[in-house]
């Protein structure tokens, strides 16, 4: 389970300049700080995830905000999932076998968050050939 953190950002800008909802300076300070390269990327799963939840969380402590969850946190747990594809096509042509390079001469990759997706004997759809153009 992953955490999402739902904030606003005229919540955000307040705990900047509490004088007011949303001001340019209060905005831009938390972008700097989030945009910085001590969140490494913020990408989900990562290390900069959690220094990012830990952020906004401290952030909504200075405010003053209550935890909005039944769990009296203020994240919210949901499923993550992700997929890495490593397809594996065997073709016969006229009987014999062709040889094909996966991610070179096909990419077969699938949104199904399960461990293996296997298609027998199905039909093919050729897409056309790519542009290749010196400039």
Known sequence: MRRVLWIFTAALS???????VITGPGLLSHIRVLASDEFAGR????EGEE??????TEQCRKM?????NPDGTFVQKV????????GIIGISV?????????????LATS?????DVVIR???????????VAPE
């Open 111 to 115: 949104q199904q968050p399960v461990s």
């Open 121 to 131: 004997d199905s039909g093919l759809v050729f897409a056309g050939y790519g542009v």
């Open 64 to 68: 003053g905000l209550k935890p909005g």
């Open 43 to 46: 990408a989900p799963g990562t």
């Open 14 to 20: 307040a705990a900047v300049n509490p004088e007011s």
């Open 51 to 56: 220094k990012t939840v830990a952020y906004l």
């Open 94 to 106: 006229g009987g014999k076998p062709l040889a094909l390079l996966a991610r070179q001469d096909y």
């Open 79 to 86: 499923a993550l999932w992700g997929i890495r594809s490593e």
